[in-house]
Structure formats: structure tokens, C-alpha cells
């Protein structure tokens, strides 16, 4: 099993910026690939980028430069650094591992609000 615990999410002004954290443990299973993805109310769950076990960083197209991935693996957490944030981006954002078992885990999502 993969545990995921997604925080940091927040209300915040247009332009701010925010760091999201996912807290993630796993002993018996072996994760090959991270990744962060968004979704608001009525959308689809949109990609925002992945980060494998050898910290390859792959960025989606429609973000324009405004997201970091990054991880600390000796305190087994991944990051997402959102700059210069914009209303759209209000969502909830979620935590993926996905693992040698062929299984993906999700965590249970944390809120950005960004105030108009």
C-alpha cells in the first residue's frame, strides 16, 4: 500500500504564489513515477506534470511555466510550487504515485481558492 496526503492549499490573491506538499509512505511496493494533477468542479482531471524515480520532470503544455515539481526523497515528500497564480487555477489538486504492481495511488486532494 501507498499512503498520500496532500496539504498546503489555501485562499489566495491573484499574482501569489503557493506551495503544495504531498506526504507519501510506502514499504512493501515500489514507486516508479509521482505525479500532481487539478480538477475543478465539472472539468476532467487535468495532468500537471510527473516526476519519475530517477527525477526526470515532465511538464504539461498549458501551464506556461508557473509550476515546479520538486521532491525532497529523504523526508518522502513531493512538491508543487505554483507562481503567480491565476482564478483558474482554483482547484482541488491531487497527489499520484504509481508502482511496480501496477497500481496507482491517489491522496485525497487540497483545495486552492484564488480570489478574483
Known amino acids: 500500500q501507498v499512503y498520500l496526503v496532500e496539504s498546503g492549499g489555501a485562499m489566495v490573491q491573484p499574482g501569489g504564489s503557493l506551495r503544495l506538499s504531498c506526504a507519501y509512505s510506502?514499504?512493501?511496493?515500489?514507486?516508479?513515477?509521482m505525479a500532481w494533477h487539478r480538477q475543478a468542479p465539472g472539468t476532467q482531471r487535468e495532468l500537471i506534470g510527473s516526476i519519475t524515480h530517477l527525477d526526470r520532470i515532465t511538464y504539461a503544455g498549458s501551464e506556461k511555466g508557473r509550476f515546479t515539481i520538486s521532491r525532497d526523497a529523504a523526508k518522502n515528500t513531493l512538491f508543487l510550487q505554483i507562481d503567480n497564480l491565476k482564478p483558474e487555477d482554483t482547484a482541488v489538486y491531487y497527489c499520484r504515485a504509481d508502482t511496480t504492481t501496477q497500481t496507482t495511488y491517489w491522496g485525497r486532494g487540497t483545495q486552492v481558492t484564488v480570489s478574483s
Open positions: 510506502g514499504n512493501t511496493v515500489t514507486i516508479y513515477n
